[in-house]
Structure formats: structure tokens, C-alpha cells
């Protein structure tokens, strides 16, 4: 069993509040990828047709808007946007999207994506009756190798049953549907289930066995309804998110985060707590501490599979162990007054002279991992960097390194080299490893994830990521970072060395 289908609300709400974090972030790469995660859960798991492909086509949106180039989301993106279509019977439509994953397969080394976007164009131009082109993307999903014709993403077999389906060559088509809805049923995954039915339904009915497609059909409804029932009515899954470590003095924020899973429209009443006397709210009014409600929201409309997210900012006073016990108070679709307790964990308060480090935030990602991973090898804390005052604190040396590099990157082009402002300060991933001597794997990571890093670079808000036309004799475009200027505090920190090099 599909671990979704034990909690499938709560996937949902992981995945939805990945994307509304990296939003704010910044860090429209990470927020792709949770876009897709959320497709796959939507489209896939839950036969949430519509969601799929609004979260799906926030990843092209991203893409379009900020210039990314990633073109393997892309084919992800359009090619499941096409079989989501499918499975509503919107032929044009999802023949539109895989052409779209065609052109965007070309620019991405991906050996599964060829497979998926010819199967993709198989199936469809079957349905539309375009036999030559039918018959033009059957063979090259042939001609590929076996593990890319049978990966679970390509769906090649379902290709095979509605080509040959086409051709009048019952016996086989049929074979080869029973073992895909097979398949896909002991893996539980919906999506699939429902498309190769509504398939095998047409084909069925070509052969004239009107009442066994008529069957099929009946699995496909039933399989409908029940995502119906599931996400009729209003539930809500909620988690607090706070640093797991603060000093006394030390102001902080509190992040709830309410997600919605579900069709329904509700209303937030209040949120209720037990605030410790040892903690002060710094940025609302007192009256709301008085009712034990620091977040100061209600009457807030909860929509459909949104996030809704409330923040405060506390100050600790006293030393101690301490746990918020949360709870979220909504009206439902139906009127009906309910409770949600969201996941929140203890708060660690040390003496102000025992020093804090970075606020470790306990946040989950897409399927409940951290956002951060810390590697065995770089698990060393670096030495605070002091800036104006303030301490910049690091999770390894490699990002210091990195971050003051960049700085000092910024203030010799706008300084020294008299780059204007906004294309001052890019350096390539190379560059940075070579000419801040760190490890090369620190910004590149490895098997295709980031290095440790550039993560906390990015996830920092630090630095921002643009891609670049490749240089003579390279193609493709060039990834390059720059420190975030436009930030008031690390304009600060640019300006300030920007004054020393004046006065050198």
C-alpha cells in the first residue's frame, strides 16, 4: 500500500506547504520541485484532477517568470498536465501539452523523458485518429531501451495497448491492459488506474464487448467517488514551526501554517494557546495575550487546499523547556464549530551567554524530510562572521567562504571594475569553488542534489541564482549567483565594504 493512502491529508498538506515556504523564500527552485511532488500526490494518488494541474502549471509559470531554463521540470510538468487531461477526456488539450514536453525534452540530457513524451503522443494521436503520427511515435518508443519503455513514469505498455488497440489486434491489447491496470491497482496508484480503464473501455467498445466496457467505466466511477467523499467536507492540518533553540532576550517568530485539504470552503475562529508567562509578544497588541490567542487572527476564510500561514514575533525571558499546546478553532463547510491541533514541538530556552548559533527551524518538506540535509562530512559549524555588529552564522565553513566571496565579488565589479549595479557581482558555481577554495562538491553535491552549501546560501535568502547564456563555445545557459543586494541587510554589508576599499 501507496504510504499516501494512510494519511493522504496529510501528504497534501506537506506538499502545499513546501510550495507556500519556498515562495516566501525565494527559492523558486526548490518550490518547483514541491509543485511537482504536489502534481504527483494530486494527479497520481488522489485523482485530483483539477489541483494537478494548477500546481503543475505553477511549475511552467515559474519557469516562464524567473527564467530558470529547467527544462526537466518542464517535460515533468507538461507531460503529466497532458495525461491529467486525458483522463478528462480533453484530447486537444492534452495533445497540446505534449508537444510542449517534446521541445522541452530536446534541451534536457533526461533519458527518461524521450519515453514519456513519445508514449504520451502515442496514446493521444490514436485517440485523434492521426494514424501516421500514431505510428511515427510508437516506433521511437520502441527503438529506446527496455528500462526506459517499462519505467513507471514512461507508462510504455499502455502505450502498446491503445496502439495496437487501434490496429484491431485484440488479443494482444487486451493482454497488455489487463497487466498494466494490474500493475498500477497492487501499487494502488489511481491516476494510472483510471486512465488505463478509460482506455481499455474504448478499446473494448471498438470490439463491440459493449457491457465489459461498461464495466470498466463503473471501476472508473467508483474510484471517483471515492475522492469525492474524501475531500468533500473542510479538514485542516496544521503544524508549528518555531526554532528548536533560543536564547533568553532573544526575540524570534512563531510560524503557524493551516492547510485546507479539502473542496470545501471554512473559517478560522481563533487560534487558542497556553502562552507562558516567560515569553512576551512583541508585535501585536497585549489584548490578544489576554484570551490566549497570540496570533491575533480570526474570521479568516479557509479556501480549498490553500495555506494559510500566521506569524508572530515572542521574546523569551526565562530559561526552560516549553511546548505552546496549540489549537486551531474553524467552522466547516456545514456550520459545525471543529478542532485542529497542529504538530508543534518543545522550545529549548539557554541563558543568553550561552549563545544560540542559527535558528534551526523545525520545518518538514516535501513528504515530511527537512529542508536542509547535513552530510556526515560537513557537519562542522563555522566561525560567526561579524558584519556591522551582527553575526553571521553558518552551518559550515564552505558557506562562509562562499557567502564572503560573493560579497567581496559584488563590491570589486561595482568598486573596482565599474559594472553597474544590477549585473555587478555574478560569479559561475566553478569560479566560486575555485576562487574561494572550497570543496567542489559543497556547491555541486552529488547524484544531481545541490551541494550543502549553496543550499543554505539559497535557502538563506543570501544569494540569488539566475541562468546565463553559455559563453563562446559552451551551450546551453550557465547557472551564476550573486549575493542578494537588494536586501536591506546585505546591502548593508556590500555597502560597508564598498567604504573600506574606498578608504584603502
Same mark, same amino acid.
Given at each position: 500500500?501507496?504510504?499516501? &493512502?494512510?494519511?493522504?491529508?496529510?501528504?497534501?498538506?506537506?506538499?502545499?506547504?513546501?510550495?507556500?515556504?519556498?515562495?516566501?523564500? =525565494?527559492?523558486?527552485?526548490?518550490?518547483?520541485?514541491?509543485?511537482?511532488?504536489?502534481?504527483?500526490?494530486?494527479?497520481q494518488?488522489?485523482?485530483? /484532477?483539477?489541483?494537478? *494541474?494548477?500546481?503543475?502549471?505553477k511549475?511552467?509559470?515559474?519557469?516562464?517568470?524567473?527564467?530558470? =531554463?529547467?527544462?526537466?521540470?518542464?517535460?515533468?510538468?507538461?507531460s503529466?498536465?497532458? +495525461?491529467?487531461?486525458?483522463?478528462?477526456?480533453?484530447?486537444?488539450?492534452?495533445?497540446?501539452c505534449?508537444?510542449?514536453?517534446?521541445?522541452?525534452?530536446?534541451?534536457?540530457?533526461?533519458f527518461?523523458?524521450?519515453?514519456i513524451?513519445?508514449?504520451?503522443?502515442?496514446?493521444?494521436? #490514436?485517440?485523434?485518429?492521426?494514424?501516421?503520427?500514431? %505510428?511515427?511515435?510508437?516506433?521511437?518508443?520502441?527503438?529506446?531501451?527496455?528500462e526506459?519503455?517499462? /519505467?513507471?513514469?514512461?507508462?510504455?505498455?499502455?502505450?502498446?495497448?491503445?496502439?495496437?488497440?487501434?490496429?484491431?489486434?485484440?488479443? %494482444?491489447? /487486451?493482454q497488455?491492459?489487463?497487466?498494466?491496470?494490474?500493475? #498500477?491497482?497492487?501499487?494502488?496508484?489511481?491516476?494510472?488506474?483510471?486512465?488505463?480503464?478509460?482506455?481499455y473501455?474504448?478499446?473494448?467498445?471498438?470490439?463491440?464487448r459493449?457491457?465489459?466496457?461498461?464495466?470498466?467505466?463503473?471501476?472508473?466511477?467508483k474510484?471517483?467517488?471515492?475522492?469525492?467523499?474524501?475531500?468533500?467536507?473542510?479538514? @485542516?492540518?496544521?503544524?508549528?514551526?518555531?526554532?528548536?533553540?533560543?536564547?533568553?532576550g532573544?526575540?524570534?517568530?512563531?510560524?503557524?501554517?493551516?492547510?485546507?485539504? +479539502?473542496?470545501?470552503? =471554512? @473559517?478560522?475562529?481563533? #487560534?487558542?494557546?497556553?502562552?507562558?508567562?516567560? &515569553?512576551r509578544?512583541?508585535?501585536?497588541?497585549?489584548?490578544?495575550t489576554?484570551?490566549?490567542?497570540?496570533f491575533?487572527?480570526?474570521?479568516?476564510?479557509?479556501?480549498?487546499?490553500?495555506?494559510?500561514?500566521l506569524?508572530?514575533? @515572542?521574546?523569551?525571558?526565562?530559561?526552560?523547556?516549553?511546548?505552546?499546546?496549540?489549537?486551531?478553532?474553524?467552522?466547516?463547510?456545514?456550520?459545525?464549530?471543529?478542532?485542529?491541533?497542529?504538530?508543534?514541538?518543545?522550545?529549548?530556552?539557554?541563558?543568553?551567554?550561552?549563545?544560540?548559533?542559527?535558528?534551526?527551524?523545525?520545518?518538514?518538506?516535501?513528504?515530511?524530510?527537512?529542508?536542509?540535509?547535513?552530510?556526515?562530512?560537513?557537519?562542522?559549524?563555522?566561525?560567526?562572521?561579524?558584519?556591522?555588529?551582527?553575526?553571521?552564522?553558518?552551518?559550515?565553513?564552505?558557506?562562509?567562504?562562499?557567502?564572503?566571496?560573493?560579497?567581496?565579488?559584488?563590491?570589486?565589479?561595482?568598486?573596482?571594475?565599474?559594472?553597474?549595479?544590477?549585473?555587478?557581482?555574478?560569479?559561475? @558555481?566553478?569560479?566560486?569553488?575555485?576562487?574561494?577554495?572550497?570543496?567542489?562538491?559543497?556547491?555541486?553535491?552529488?547524484? =544531481?542534489?545541490?551541494?550543502?552549501? !549553496?543550499?543554505e546560501?539559497?535557502?538563506?535568502? !543570501?544569494?540569488?541564482?539566475?541562468?546565463?547564456?553559455?559563453?563562446?563555445?559552451?551551450?546551453?545557459?550557465? *547557472?551564476?549567483?550573486?549575493?542578494?543586494?537588494?536586501? %536591506?541587510?546585505?546591502?548593508?554589508?556590500?555597502?560597508?565594504?564598498i567604504?573600506?576599499?574606498?578608504?584603502?
Amino acid at each position: 500500500m501507496h504510504p499516501l &493512502f494512510g494519511e493522504p491529508q496529510k501528504g497534501i498538506a506537506e506538499s502545499l506547504r513546501s510550495i507556500a515556504l519556498f515562495e516566501e523564500l =525565494g527559492d523558486f527552485r526548490f518550490q518547483m520541485e514541491a509543485c511537482w511532488a504536489a502534481g504527483l500526490v494530486f494527479e497520481q494518488m488522489l485523482l485530483l /484532477n483539477n489541483e494537478a *494541474l494548477g500546481v503543475l502549471g505553477k511549475i511552467i509559470e515559474i519557469d516562464e517568470k524567473m527564467k530558470m =531554463g529547467d527544462y526537466n521540470r518542464l517535460v515533468y510538468a507538461y507531460s503529466f498536465s497532458a +495525461s491529467t487531461r486525458e483522463q478528462m477526456g480533453d484530447w486537444d488539450g492534452a495533445l497540446s501539452c505534449s508537444l510542449k514536453a517534446l521541445e522541452a525534452s530536446k534541451k534536457t540530457d533526461n533519458f527518461i523523458a524521450p519515453g514519456i513524451v513519445y508514449a504520451n503522443l502515442c496514446r493521444e494521436y #490514436v485517440r485523434l485518429g492521426d494514424w501516421k503520427r500514431a %505510428e511515427e511515435y510508437f516506433e521511437k518508443l520502441m527503438k529506446l531501451p527496455p528500462e526506459v519503455q517499462k /519505467n513507471i513514469l514512461t507508462k510504455g505498455e499502455l502505450a502498446k495497448a491503445v496502439f495496437l488497440a487501434g490496429k484491431g489486434r485484440w488479443a %494482444e491489447s /487486451n493482454q497488455f491492459f489487463k497487466d498494466h491496470i494490474e500493475s #498500477v491497482k497492487l501499487d494502488q496508484v489511481r491516476g494510472d488506474e483510471v486512465r488505463g480503464r478509460l482506455f481499455y473501455a474504448w478499446a473494448l467498445e471498438r470490439e463491440g464487448r459493449v457491457k465489459e466496457a461498461k464495466e470498466q467505466l463503473e471501476g472508473v466511477q467508483k474510484l471517483y467517488r471515492h475522492t469525492e467523499e474524501m475531500f468533500a467536507h473542510v479538514s @485542516l492540518q496544521a503544524s508549528l514551526m518555531v526554532p528548536k533553540k533560543v536564547g533568553v532576550g532573544q526575540i524570534f517568530e512563531a510560524r503557524l501554517c493551516i492547510v485546507n485539504v +479539502s473542496r470545501g470552503h =471554512g @473559517l478560522l475562529v481563533r #487560534v487558542e494557546n497556553d502562552l507562558h508567562s516567560e &515569553f512576551r509578544v512583541r508585535n501585536l497588541p497585549q489584548e490578544h495575550t489576554d484570551k490566549n490567542e497570540f496570533f491575533g487572527e480570526e474570521g479568516r476564510k479557509l479556501e480549498p487546499f490553500q495555506v494559510t500561514t500566521l506569524k508572530v514575533k @515572542l521574546e523569551a525571558t526565562k530559561t526552560g523547556v516549553f511546548n505552546f499546546n496549540l489549537q486551531v478553532v474553524y467552522r466547516d463547510d456545514l456550520g459545525r464549530i471543529r478542532i485542529c491541533k497542529p504538530d508543534q514541538y518543545d522550545i529549548n530556552v539557554v541563558p543568553e551567554s550561552v549563545g544560540v548559533g542559527r535558528q534551526d527551524l523545525i520545518v518538514t518538506g516535501i513528504a515530511g524530510k527537512p529542508l536542509v540535509k547535513t552530510s556526515e562530512s560537513e557537519k562542522t559549524e563555522a566561525e560567526p562572521t561579524t558584519i556591522l555588529g551582527a553575526k553571521f552564522e553558518f552551518a559550515s565553513e564552505h558557506s562562509k567562504v562562499a557567502f564572503e566571496y560573493l560579497v567581496s565579488a559584488f563590491a570589486e565589479d561595482y568598486m573596482r571594475r565599474r559594472i553597474a549595479q544590477e549585473k555587478a557581482g555574478w560569479r559561475t @558555481l566553478m569560479r566560486i569553488v575555485n576562487d574561494g577554495k572550497i570543496s567542489r562538491s559543497s556547491m555541486y553535491g552529488y547524484g =544531481g542534489h545541490r551541494g550543502r552549501a !549553496l543550499i543554505e546560501l539559497e535557502n538563506r535568502g !543570501l544569494v540569488e541564482a539566475r541562468f546565463f547564456p553559455g559563453e563562446r563555445g559552451r551551450g546551453g545557459k550557465i *547557472l551564476k549567483l550573486r549575493v542578494a543586494y537588494e536586501k %536591506e541587510i546585505i546591502r548593508r554589508i556590500v555597502d560597508n565594504q564598498i567604504m573600506i576599499r574606498k578608504n584603502q
